[in-house]
């Protein structure tokens, strides 16, 4: 089904899909997950047009890369080469850069009433990465489950970091400060001013940042979090009007953010209209040698998944 036409001409395609109670929109513009919803209910921040994604989103349910959340100053070195990437969130590159996978119209490579796997080519040198990346997101529904599977191919060596930036609001009450969250993490990773981390793996024991309990969003911190979460072998799980999401991924971390930046002039959604839960590698790992390698070389075929799971 079309959905709409880029300036560039580019044509825009939506795709339905329907497994017992949930039903799934997706784009190929950016592979957003346009709505998810559970029961009847949507789960997940939309937008109504294609201008609205264009003018108005906040990487709302959007494929972020080459490198999902931040690098710092916009530069790594690889091989000892030096690359500088688009900055653009203050000194750092955020998502990708300025023109990240999230505004770039993937193209269909299969599709069933469950299931789309959309692909993307990154060619060498896109916003200032090394070598040519082909990427794969297939989104599956099954089980009462939206399942999300990355594969990565590369042929140079370059740094990626996928991950799926859907703001989930289950209640659909559009302040998620009542969420209840657990995130089986028992280290964060601070940041600095720029949001870039420190470096340091710090407890969450006796800090405002433990989820290893259930705690609703709002309860501490003025509910305003953007940290990244180091898993330890489990996910994250959120509760709110009577539905359960259980989050499980095979990435060492997730990125928590509780939408208290989300402008309500700018985009639909005002504060807190919705929380992220961004698995992933960790934000500015191509700096940081002590974090797990985002780097990928010809040859090797990386692949990740990660499902959210809904109980009620």
Known sequence: MNFGTLPSGESVELVELSSGRLRAEVLTYGAIVRSLEVSGRNVVLGLDTLEDYLTRSR????????????????????????????????????????????????????????????????????????????ARVTYTLEDDALRIDYEMEAEAPTVVNLTNHSYFDLSGEGDVRDHVVRIDAEHYLPVDEAKIPTGELAPVKGTAFDFTEPHAVGERNDGAYDHCYVLGGGGATVTAGGLTMEVTTTEPGVQFYTGHMLDGDATPYGPFGGLCL???????????????????????????????????
């Open 59 to 134: 990487y709302f349910g959007a494929v972020v890369g080459r490198y999902g959340n931040r690098i710092a100053n916009g530069r790594f070195t690889l091989d000892g080469v030096e690359y500088e990437l688009a900055v653009n969130n203050g000194t750092a590159h955020l998502h990708g850069g300025i023109v990240g996978f999230d505004k770039k119209v993937w193209s269909i490579e299969s599709n069933d009433d469950k299931s789309v796997t959309l692909r993307l080519i990154s060619p060498d040198g896109d916003e200032g990465y090394p070598g040519t990346l082909t």
């Open 278 to 312: 961004e698995t992933q590698h960790f934000p500015d790992s191509p700096n940081k040698p002590q974090f797990p390698s985002t780097v990928l070389r010809p040859g090797r075929r990386r692949t990740s998944t990660t499902t959210y799971k809904f109980i009620s």
